[in-house]
């Protein structure tokens, strides 16, 4: 798949998922632009891409939000590839939680409100190169939650995903695809960043192939996606959750 001088932004390519697309479209010829808040991250990261362009912003923030887009017109006058991969969860998401609506406010600007920010002001250029769009959800934005407290988390990504079919409705006249991808289980930081009572080693048994997946078999799909290969491809839900959402026990 090659991705010669396509331009595309990655959201959270400071860590996990995104480092990990970042670091495969960057060695399929893009010019990528690297979007996060933790430098020292960043840096890493950026040390394995080709000339990317490193933006540390926070994408709920509206004014950073419309820099990195300025940022990239700048730099690289097009844009072809929007990567909406940048979430989070934290304690307190559930509606018996004391104070839901701090939680609240801050995963859905984060996981919600930024990718629908950063999709506006993107679809104008992505229309100039009839590019698309890429946007990490969850399969906890299709299944009944574990447990409590979560909330939160389950309803940005399940909002996200008709996020993903509206605009591809909107956008289909203009050329432009949006579809949505949603892992299950993958070892990154998130757990660690959540502050999350549960570890890694706690989900194999809940899916059917008995493993977690590592970062760069969810970037491989976001390639896909984002590829010519794909060109049929708009407004759908990709799972890819070793058979989480199957597994009846
Ligand atoms: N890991 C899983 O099991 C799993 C499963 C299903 C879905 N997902 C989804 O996959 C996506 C990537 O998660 P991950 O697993 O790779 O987690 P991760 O390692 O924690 O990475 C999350 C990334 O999001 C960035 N980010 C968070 N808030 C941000 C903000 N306000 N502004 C800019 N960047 C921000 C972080 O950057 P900084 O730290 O530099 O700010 C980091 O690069 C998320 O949307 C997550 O919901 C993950």
Redesign the pocket.
Same mark, same amino acid.
């Given at each position: 798949m090659s991705f010669k001088n396509k331009v595309v932004i990655v959201?959270? !390519?400071?860590?996990?998922?995104?480092?990990s697309a970042s670091i495969m479209f960057s060695k399929e010829g893009a010019r990528v632009v690297m979007?996060?808040?933790?430098e020292t991250?960043?840096s890493a990261v950026a040390a394995k891409c080709s000339s990317p362009l490193v933006i540390r912003?926070?994408? !709920?923030n509206d004014d950073d939000a419309r820099s990195i887009i300025n940022q990239t017109i700048k730099k690289f006058g097009q844009i072809d590839i929007l990567v909406n991969?940048?979430?989070?969860?934290m304690e307190n998401g559930g509606i018996l939680a004391n104070d839901m609506m701090k939680s609240y406010d801050t995963i859905m600007n984060?996981?919600l409100r930024?990718a629908v920010h950063l999709t506006n002001l993107a679809a104008p250029y992505l229309i100039k190169t009839k590019g698309n769009i890429v946007n990490?959800?969850?399969?906890?934005g299709i299944m009944p939650p574990f447990g409590v407290g979560m909330t939160n988390y389950y309803i940005s990504?399940a909002a996200l995903n008709h996020f993903t079919v509206c605009c591809a409705t909107e956008l289909a006249p203009h050329g432009v695809r949006v579809n949505v991808l949603?892992?299950?289980?993958?070892?990154?930081?998130?757990m660690d960043?959540a502050k999350a009572a549960f570890t890694w080693d706690d989900f194999p048994s809940k899916t059917l192939l008995n493993r977690v997946s590592e970062?760069e078999e969810i970037a491989d799909m976001i390639l896909y996606l984002a590829s010519d290969k794909a060109k049929s491809v708009t407004g759908s839900n990709y799972v890819n959750d070793n058979g989480m959402l199957i597994k009846k026990t």
């Open positions: 959201t959270g !390519a400071s860590s996990g998922i995104g480092a979007v996060g808040r933790n991250k960043l912003a926070d994408i !709920a991969n940048a979430g989070m969860t984060i996981n930024a990490i959800s969850s399969i906890a990504k949603s892992p299950g289980p993958v070892r990154t930081d998130f960043n970062p």
